[in-house]
């Protein structure tokens, strides 16, 4: 039996149609049926509530409906034997080049500093520029990543990427370690967070790493908002040390207003957007679910398998 937790009744009723569509013979229950837990195998979660996973007392592995677990990871309600299974790329990464060609195309284009002046009133419009392209880049290799600095690359842009360990990539040249961590700054006209959120990522988007980019670089930032030091972003772009950022999560989500509205709000050189650079698409993410469902029962190791010691 496989407990299906989305925390939202309307996107459980089309998750359920995707399971009945590709895998009739798994029984699927949710919140709404009789359940009876013991007969429980499989979680698929977004979000769970504290102490979810003590009802399951025969739990053989979780599945993340999404491509982050450090929600996950960190649960003491989850035992550390038990495997968790993220989606490896489910029509997520297609979302975040789009969206990345937006921020890029904005800063080529000089959108940003025209919205800015709209509000101001002013008419005024910027010298003629060449035609070079914005050096990008990408912290953070993994599935997403990946797919995201090869489109660049073959789009004709400089692509630099910043993991852990070391990897070849097509037109993209890979850096590892604190100097190749420091070297991809300096060379980089638009940052982009893809870092899963660890122990080892929390804050490292600080001001002593982002005042190593270059004068008049942007960030964008569509990992985990707990890597971003807020005040330190504040005021690179106060300074003008940085031109934009673009910023898709956040440490508290719905970003504040009350009791006194966050910053980011009205700040005339970031752009935000409420967690939406890439969304699990329901049809992608079951089809991944119910193959790695096959290679559990064959006793073959499934995909997107979580190291629990690192965090992803």
Known sequence: MFYLHFGDEREEDYWLKC??????????????????????????VWNPKPNFFKSFPNLQGVFALSAGVDALVSREDIPNNLPIMRLLDAGMAQQMIDYLLWVTLTLQGDFDLYIARQKQKIWQAEPSKSLDKPRIGILGLGELGIKVAQKFAELGYSVKGWKRTAVSLQGVEVLVGDEGFSN??????????????????????????LEK??????????????????????????????????????????????????????????????????????????EQVVDNLKRLAQGEKPLGLVDLALGY
């Not at 330190?232 to 989500?253: G, N, P, Q």
């Not at 009350?258 to 957007?273: N, R, S």
């Open 184 to 209: 991809l700054l300096k060379q980089t006209d638009l940052l982009v967070n893809l870092l899963p959120n660890t122990q080892a990522t929390a804050g490292i988007l600080n001001k002593q790493n």
């Open 19 to 44: 399971f009945k569509q590709q895998a009739p013979e798994l029984r699927v229950v949710t919140a709404k049926d009789k359940v009876d837990f013991e007969k429980v195998h499989w979680a698929g």
């Open 213 to 286: 980019l270059p004068q008049g670089a942007s960030l964008v930032n569509i990992g985990r908002g707990q890597q971003l030091v807020d005040s330190d972003l504040i005021s690179l772009l106060d300074s003008k040390h940085l031109r934009l950022a673009v910023l898709d999560v956040f440490k508290t989500e719905p970003l504040p207003l009350e009791p006194v509205a966050h910053p980011f709000w009205t700040h005339p050189q970031v752009l935000i957007t409420p967690h939406i650079a890439a969304y699990t698409l329901p049809e992608l993410a079951v």
